[in-house]
């Protein structure tokens, strides 16, 4: 299986703050990774695929890069509304394996 | 608006079963591959089982493998989840999701590459 390792676990930052989350996969995926926020007491919700595409809808602020085995999330300007967990995802190989989560909170 | 609406999350005994429903509107479910995904209590996202549009492909993760069993009626737009031999390790918000529009092969297998959008989900508590 292929290990996905997001650091940090958490995280404190002020408003307005740029806030950055690596992801590691155990072996080279290319750019099959994926992004998820995930609000408390809500389902996750899909940010940015193939490592760096901004999915419909999702502001600007937020921005994927990398490939192989080394990715990077970043928020450019921190909001309140940011406040969640973040997962990173691979779909290069079966099974489908996730990050451990960042948890992002305000400072 | 694209739906998905879990239900049938409960309390089982370990050694019980469960079947959980998912119900989307809002799209052409025919069309789209589905997946389960699961989030044990205060803990991450794991991938449990896919199914893909015509129901010709299935998979599961390792730790569901001979006890879940994915299927799906796409003149209903359902997907279920059967669930048997239940273990307190299987307690979770199960999370019914679409697969992305396009798939990805890789070594024999061809899966979703993505997961877009998740149900509210439905918990499941293994305990006696």
């Known amino acids: 299986d292929i290990q996905m390792t997001q650091s940090p676990s958490s995280l404190s930052a002020s408003v307005g703050d740029r806030v950055t989350i690596t992801c590691q996969a155990s072996?080279?995926?290319?750019?099959?990774l994926n992004w998820y926020q995930q609000k408390p007491g809500k389902a996750p919700n899909l940010l940015i695929y193939?490592?760096?595409n901004l999915e419909t809808g999702v502001p600007s602020r937020f921005s994927g890069s990398g490939s192989g085995t080394d990715f990077t999330f970043t928020i450019s300007s921190l909001q309140p509304e940011d406040i969640a967990t973040y997962y990173c995802?691979?779909?290069?190989?079966?099974?489908?394996?996730f990050g451990g989560g960042t948890k992002v909170e305000i400072k | 608006e694209v739906q998905l609406v879990e239900s049938g999350g409960g309390l089982v005994q370990p050694g019980g079963s469960l079947r959980l429903s998912c119900a989307a509107s809002g799209f052409t479910f025919s069309s789209y591959s589905m997946n389960w995904v699961r989030q044990a209590p205060g803990k991450g996202l794991e991938w449990v089982s896919y199914i893909s549009s015509s129901s010709r492909t299935i998979y599961y993760a390792d730790s569901v493998k001979g006890r879940f069993t994915i299927s799906r009626d796409n003149a209903e737009n359902s997907l279920y989840l059967q669930m048997n031999s239940l273990r307190a390790e299987d307690t979770a918000v199960y999370y019914c999701?679409?697969?992305?529009?396009?798939?990805?092969?890789?070594?024999?297998?061809?899966?979703?590459?993505?997961?877009?959008?998740w149900g509210q989900g439905t918990l499941v508590t293994v305990s006696s």
């Open positions: 999701a679409r697969g992305s529009p396009l798939g990805y092969c890789n070594a024999g297998s061809c899966h979703s590459s993505w997961f877009d959008p």
């Open positions: 995802q691979q779909y290069d190989n079966l099974p489908l394996t």
């Open positions: 072996q080279d995926i290319s750019n099959y």
């Open positions: 193939d490592a760096s």
